[in-house]
């Protein structure tokens, strides 16, 4: 079953340094999203991808965020300058035919502020 | 506004008891789609199933069964003769524009 593939498993940063996490979404689909999950809390949506170009975002989604489609394959989330509140498990999901038919999401990458 | 309520924090059964897990949701839109996830203890996001607003049929998957009742706005899931393995978090989800919005999810302990 086809699969969205996230690196690294666990990245862990020093407060104020740059941080690229990884996606690789489903070849076929079109939609693609960043959620995050603070240890213990409620799934939270950042932001949504489709047609090379951000479709929505959060409130969370400053001008800290970035997101980026390097070479139709990868998906990038770029957080320019970490704080310790971001921390967190962030998810990557892609979707075929848009948001109403459901999202297959990547296994996470555990990002560690320190 | 939407919004997604799961009341229910934590609930503990032993095994091969049923149990009911409890979403209310609210939204304005007409249109509308219902998710539930599994988060097991190794972290990732697993999707149960999708149920439009026009489709209020309820659906059966095994031991997992769904209730949706438009009328109450409740999207509850139940799991028959539950076992040790569907110990996890589980999230119900809303869908709205381009983003899921999500509940607080139910942390479900099965006891052997």
């Known amino acids: 079953e086809p699969e969205v593939t996230q690196t690294p498993s666990h990245q862990v940063t020093q407060m104020g340094q740059e941080v690229i996490l990884r996606c690789v979404p489903i070849?076929?689909?079109?939609?693609f999203y960043w959620y995050r999950q603070i240890l213990g809390q409620k799934v939270e949506f950042l932001v949504s991808?489709?047609?090379?170009?951000?479709?929505?975002k959060s409130e969370i989604f400053d001008d800290q965020f970035s997101v980026e489609r390097p070479d139709g394959s990868n998906f990038t989330l770029k957080i320019r300058s970490t704080k310790l509140e971001d921390s967190a498990m962030y998810f990557c999901?892609?979707?075929?035919?848009?948001?109403?038919?459901?999202?297959?999401f990547g296994s996470g990458t555990r990002l560690t502020v320190v | 506004a939407q919004k997604v309520t799961q009341a229910q924090t934590e609930i503990s059964v032993v095994e091969k008891e049923d149990v009911t897990l409890d979403c209310v949701y609210e939204?304005?839109?007409?249109?509308?789609?219902l998710f539930w996830y599994k988060q097991p203890p190794s972290g990732e996001l697993v999707f149960l199933i999708r149920?439009?607003?026009?489709d209020e049929q309820n659906e059966i998957s095994g031991r997992y069964s769904w209730n949706f009742q438009k009328s109450t706005s409740s999207f509850n899931f139940t799991i028959t003769a539950s076992q040790v393995v569907d110990s996890a978090v589980y999230f119900c989800?809303?869908?709205?524009?381009?983003?899921?919005?999500w509940g607080a999810g139910t942390k479900l302990i099965i006891k052997p």
């Open positions: 999901a892609s979707s075929e035919r848009g948001p109403n038919y459901g999202y297959t």
């Open positions: 070849s076929n689909h079109l939609y």
């Open positions: 991808f489709y047609n090379n170009e951000i479709s929505e």
């Open positions: 939204t304005r839109d007409t249109t509308y789609y």
């Open positions: 149920r439009n607003s026009f």
């Open positions: 989800a809303l869908n709205s524009n381009y983003q899921l919005i």
